[in-house]
């Protein structure tokens, strides 16, 4: 695989204006030179920094992929929002305009509300609890929705991670710090109801805005896994980091449903294992991020603070949160979610 990590003083900022001057748009690997033209070439658009184990483990299929399929299938991989923020790819790959798109289920759930019940707040306590949950009977409802939506997604959730608290101006360390705390959320209604119900005042904006409106105190924190908060390098405007694990989130790789069901069978079926044993090994690449992203990040300048996760969750519980998305989302999901974590309302 070629290397096109960019260099580690190399900042967000400056990653994205070279890649906004650019003429056109570059897949996260140069062309390869190849003796025919692919049969299918397809565009897989991402969100994500090309430090991100989302793009690396995707190159890695992509790679896989045109191997097998004697380059009859070529994919090229567009990171960071490069043909468009993550709301305009989802029109943009409904469309058909890009046929691949890695969204994450909050922002998902803008067109198939029910994706967004993973996000519910402090729902899931650990990956045995979520891989349960979206491996398993809830996961393939959810993917039932994706397709009366009009879309496609025949690969295991990939993912985001546990989702953290950073602030520029407050440590967070209890459920009342959260009053009034200016904090960014994605466009997503399950994220924005959690900390509306936890009285802070959220603000959606699109990731490819994030580090601007950080950087300018538009807002004075957000929330995202760690492997986000150093591949998109907001530990340069973000000090503490307050674990909280509030939301779970993972990524569905959509496809555009003419350009899915363009492909041959061996070729749907190719795709399909290939970025499965990829999201396995980007599950695996969160997990141990996890981890080691701590002491990463404190040697970068922030503060952590491990919070009590059960005041949060009573302090959610104390509100209508619980029973409201259990309304919404209908007694199906709800039984379907708490089949897999237990009660929650």
């Not at 469309?95 to 402090?122: H, K, M, R």
């Not at 997990?287 to 949060?312: C, H, N, P, W, Y």
Request: hydrophobic share 40%.
């Amino acid at each position: 695989m070629t290397n096109t990590r960019k260099p580690f003083g190399l900042t967000r900022r400056h990653f994205l204006a070279a890649t906004a001057a650019a003429s056109a748009a570059v897949p996260l690997v140069g062309i390869i030179g190849r003796a025919n033209a692919a049969e299918f070439s397809y565009k897989l658009a991402t969100g994500q920094d090309p430090t991100h184990p989302v793009n690396k483990r995707a190159q890695e299929a992509a790679e896989r992929v045109l191997k097998a399929s004697n380059g009859r299938l070529d994919i090229k991989v567009f990171p960071a929002n490069q043909l468009g923020s993550d709301t305009d790819l989802l029109a943009q790959v409904r469309s058909g305009g890009v046929e691949l798109f890695n969204l994450s289920t909050s922002i998902l759930a803008t067109l198939v509300p029910v994706a967004g019940i993973y996000n519910t707040g402090f729902a899931f306590p650990d990956y045995d609890h979520v891989w349960k949950a979206t491996d398993g009977a809830l996961g393939n409802y959810i993917r039932d929705q994706i397709g009366k939506a009009g879309l496609v997604a025949p690969i295991k959730i990939w993912d985001n991670g546990f989702r953290q608290i950073t602030s520029s101006t407050r440590e967070i360390k209890t459920p009342d710090d959260l009053k009034g705390f200016k904090i960014r959320v994605p466009p997503a209604p399950m994220l924005t109801s959690v900390f509306k119900s936890l009285e802070a005042s959220a603000t959606p904006i699109n990731f490819n805005e994030l580090y601007s409106a950080l950087q300018t105190k538009v807002v004075e924190g957000q929330e995202n896994p760690l492997a986000i908060t150093a591949s998109a390098r907001l530990y340069e405007v973000q000090k503490y980091c307050s674990m909280t694990g509030h939301v779970w989130d993972g990524y569905y790789i959509l496809g555009n449903r003419r350009a899915w069901a363009a492909l041959p069978d061996d070729l749907k079926a190719l795709v399909v294992k290939e970025f499965d044993q990829s999201g396995m090994d980007e599950r695996a690449d969160i997990a141990a991020l996890s981890q080691s992203l701590r002491q990463d990040l404190t040697s970068k300048g922030m503060t952590f603070i491990d919070v009590d996760r059960e005041k949060f969750r009573a302090a959610l519980s104390k509100t209508p949160f619980y029973a409201d998305w259990k309304g919404k989302y209908g007694a199906e999901a709800w039984g379907l979610l708490e089949a897999a974590v237990g009660k929650l309302a």
